[in-house]
């Protein structure tokens, strides 16, 4: 089945908030079949299911003909709070969850290329595009940058700064032609499109999707923000008690289980040509199906689906959503504890 | 001639301004012959008079058993503002002048090791410990530690805080017992000493030196600051051309050329054994000799020493000095004209 250059732009642009720019998009589809797309991921924090958001979409683009690099990028964790001795163990933990969760949101397990950060941003001519570029960056521009993703509380350390150079940089030395991040990562984005033609280097895509809300009341899902999320290797039992925790207020659709189950069920769903079921007791009016991300909300905010129903629905679609990750790390209750001590 | 630990440490300290630690320089010299000693010298602004005190610092160490290291720091100079196409060619110009130098004032020439620092600030491993480092030392600190050193302005670059962790890098990398540097380096080597260790290295002893004043009235003596420098290719008219518009009061020893005259040419007509002799004409008392820095400034606050003739005495010693790295310059007009561009 081939797709057209409409589709494949369809395709890609659903489910994001910005595309810097559709112009230059629009232009790639039509003059590369295969172009390329990376989604980095820095070890700091347990994944949890907020990464199925921007595992979906990869995807996407691997349905529109694009090679997919995902970076896990270890160095970036580092410079980002991880203590380098955890290091390795953070790496093997992501090498595993990562790709794992890519197959399970149905990414095609053949087309995507892991890379590890420090096997090449050690190299010579990557670290001397480093120095360049951080001679034309101001500190002010950097901090700027990096303020929306690295933890930089009063007394930053320099590697925060150092951190968005770095990303921009590894555009060009992975290589790819777009870059897929939340929208969190705009000002890195931006940052990236503005600096790399001052090292001779093209601008690249930049595309950016919504961040899922967390389960409290504030802000995104996040591992920083404790009770906010779901880990990946999370059991049923637990994906249950941490929902019937969240903040899921009747009627009104803005909170971070109304996030998961638009962005990510009625996605899977609907690229199933499936509906989401929500297996609602019989006394309390039997089951409900859903067909759209309109029917789900209009539901939701007409107080016909009570948050009780649709944290059990949601409970049970996430629990399918991760079976096959816990599956790929079961035994290895050595390398979750040395890779995240307690 | 071996010389003992105390006279070698008496060689050690002259014309010094601080020593950190002198309990870890006696040790240091009680328990090698032949320890190492650094000097880096970043490839910016053209390499004037002032640089003379501290290669003749270095003659110092040499004769005290100390193998001698010159870093060229290329990189170094490139994160304080030379642009990097002319990376190269300013190397080509240090390379040639600072080794002119400091056998100009009685450095060992076989004594000497020069070192690139692009030859070695771009392994992995030099690079790995440049990530690690900037996850311990705060924007606030490193911008502290630079701000003596690298052109900061208004709205500084990331490479002016990336310059003070490799400073200390360095010496872990070169390696060496001692690093030598300016007044204006204090901070950096203060940095150096706080945050090697939380790398798992050994901090190192600091020296510095005084800085020479400018031929100004205010600052020290530096290529960036109009009319405060000689050229070290400055011939004799130039230099005279200079002094004579040069800040230097009578009775008022505290000016560049007083310090010119007590740091470099009263030392090294001392190691020689023989005076320094201004030829001042018969009929204004003729010729002057001094034997000792107390002598000469005696002379001079006592006005029995005017500035004029004080000016010609030590253009002429500059001129001697100076002649020798003329000499390995001539011809290479080409070279200067690449280095520094009009």
Redesign the interface.
């Given at each position: 089945m081939t797709l057209t250059t409409e589709e494949r732009l369809k395709l890609i642009k659903r489910n994001t908030s910005e595309v810097l720019t559709e112009e230059e998009l629009t232009n790639l589809l039509k003059t590369k079949q295969n172009p390329s797309v990376y989604m980095g991921t820095a070890t700091t924090g347990r994944p949890h299911i907020g990464y199925i958001a921007w595992a979906q979409k990869l995807a996407d683009f691997s349905k529109a003909g694009f090679k997919i690099k995902v970076l896990i990028a270890d160095?970036h964790g580092?410079?980002d709070?991880t203590p380098?001795k955890l290091l390795n163990k953070r790496y093997e933990y992501y090498n595993i969850v990562i790709p794992a969760m890519i197959e399970s949101v149905g990414g095609l397990k053949d087309n995507i290329e892991l890379v590890r950060g420090?096997d090449y941003q050690?190299?010579?001519e990557y670290?001397?595009d480093l120095?360049?570029m951080?001679?034309?960056?101001?500190?002010?521009n950097?901090?700027k940058a990096a303020s929306d993703v690295v933890k930089m509380g009063d007394?930053?350390?320099?590697?925060?700064?150092?951190y968005p150079?770095m990303q921009a940089l590894d555009e060009e030395y992975l290589p790819v032609d777009v870059q897929l991040g939340g929208v969190d990562q705009r000002k890195i984005m931006v940052l990236a499109r503005e600096f790399l033609p001052k090292l001779g280097y093209q601008p690249r895509i930049e595309i950016m999707i919504p961040l899922i809300k967390g389960l409290t009341q504030d802000g995104k899902m996040s591992s920083s923000i404790q009770n906010s999320k779901i880990d990946l290797l999370d059991d049923l039992k637990t994906i249950q008690d941490k929902l019937k925790l969240a903040y899921c207020p009747e009627g009104n659709s803005e909170n971070g289980i109304m996030d998961f189950a638009k962005i990510v069920i009625m996605t899977q769903k609907q690229d199933k040509d499936e509906e989401f079921i929500i297996d609602r007791p019989e006394k309390w009016g039997g089951p409900l199906k859903f067909k759209t991300v309109e029917e789900l909300e209009n539901a939701f905010v007409s107080k016909q689906l009570h948050p009780m129903d649709l944290k059990n629905g949601v409970a049970i679609e996430i629990d399918k959503l991760l079976a096959p990750i816990r599956e790929k790390m079961k035994d290895r209750e050595q390398l979750i504890e040395e890779a995240y001590p307690q």
């Open positions: 160095i580092a410079l709070n380098w420090s050690l190299n010579k670290v001397m120095y360049k951080s001679s034309y960056v101001s500190v002010r950097s901090t007394n930053p350390m320099l590697s925060g700064l150092i150079l």
